[in-house]
């Protein structure tokens, strides 16, 4: 049914497809129409050294799920911090994303990490998702940002 598949730079063409298809509609209704600052921002999850990327398929060949992020080294033990995380809107409330979080775990597990850590926005159907599936908001920490 499901495969989880890791993805690397090569897939970035249609890492972009599935991720503007989530994204730039509701809840999010991210604006990516610069197709150079999406490009950037892809490679920037993707491309790097540290950078851990999955896909899930349904069957062999339909990208329907993203997980972007990377390797953390912390005093704790590796993480695995997601910065993006997503499920084709059509596919979503069927499964799919749970099984997907399921399967990442293991994977990761298996590399010897020791943790999954994300930020999501509690106004959004992922908050109660992920508290659904075993993840634990943090009490300590707290978003900042600031524009220049």
């Not at 990516?32 to 490009?39: G, H, N, P, T």
Request: some cysteine.
């Amino acid at each position: 049914m499901y495969k989880l598949k890791r993805l690397g730079i090569e897939d970035k063409e249609e890492i972009k497809a599935v991720f503007t298809g989530v994204f730039t509609k509701e809840p999010w209704c991210d604006d990516w129409s610069d197709k150079e600052q999406l490009d950037m921002y892809i490679c920037d999850l993707v491309g790097q050294g540290y950078s851990l990327t999955y896909g899930l398929y349904d069957g062999a060949d339909e990208l329907i799920g993203l997980s972007l992020g990377y390797i953390k080294h912390w005093y704790t033990g590796t993480e695995y911090i997601i910065n993006e995380l997503c499920i084709k809107t059509e596919r979503q409330g069927t499964g799919a994303g749970t099984f997907f979080i399921n399967e990442i775990g293991k994977a990761v597990k298996e590399l010897g990490l020791k943790q999954i850590f994300l930020l999501t926005d509690t106004n959004v159907p992922a908050y109660e998702f992920y508290k659904r599936n075993g993840f634990v908001e943090s009490e300590t920490c707290v978003a900042f940002s600031k524009f220049i």
